[in-house]
């Protein structure tokens, strides 16, 4: 059984817990029934995930590259060929107006669905779990400080950062 990221609305946990089915249509966390299988896909995954750079510099002594070639390949192919029906691609864009829960005038991970020739749109409606809310909140902490810490460099230097949100000119294309 193969299975793919697609949106499962059961808020039941971890994000591929909400996030991934298999190809019989079944949610990927129940097709796992091992007990070590289910242990991985909640404790082990996640942090591999996070930690995936370092392991591929780790391992073949260089950067990782290639894998972030391949990820600006398909976020191109994405937004220009447009993501498949019921698909959504995660992508950094401006988080004014999500529905996740996430300060605006971040540029912030967000579930988008791209129509193509560059234009896209949040998608909307998915069910993010406790242990995903927390996480997101974490990121969302970390975008805040560091946005603070730049305007206070900033106000130190006698610069003056802009306010960068949805109110300033938007990306092209969006």
């Known amino acids: 059984d193969t299975c793919t990221v697609k949106a499962v609305r059961d808020g039941t946990g971890p994000a591929l817990r909400e996030q991934a089915t298999c190809t019989q249509g079944k949610p990927l966390f129940s097709a796992l029934y091992k007990e070590d299988d289910r242990k991985w896909l909640e404790q082990e995954l ?33 937004l220009h060929c447009g993501t498949r029906p019921g698909i959504f691609s995660s992508m950094g864009v401006w988080s004014d107006g999500n529905e996740y829960g996430i300060a605006d005038g971040l540029v912030f991970s ?25 996480r997101l909140k974490e990121a969302e902490r970390e975008l805040l400080g560091d946005r603070e810490l730049a305007r206070e460099l900033g106000r130190k230097h006698g610069l003056q950062l802009a306010q960068m949100s949805k109110a300033a000119p938007p990306p092209a294309g969006r």
Do not use: N, Y
């Not at 750079?53 to 191109?76: D, E, N």
């Open 110 to 134: 967000m579930p988008v669905v791209c129509q193509g020739r560059g234009r896209w749109h949040m998608a909307g409606g998915l069910v993010v779990g406790k242990e995903t809310r927390e």
């Open 46 to 78: 996640a942090p591999d995930v996070l930690q995936r750079g370092a392991s591929i510099h780790q391992a073949r002594k260089a950067t990782c590259a290639l894998s972030a070639a391949r990820a600006i390949v398909g976020h191109m192919r994405d």
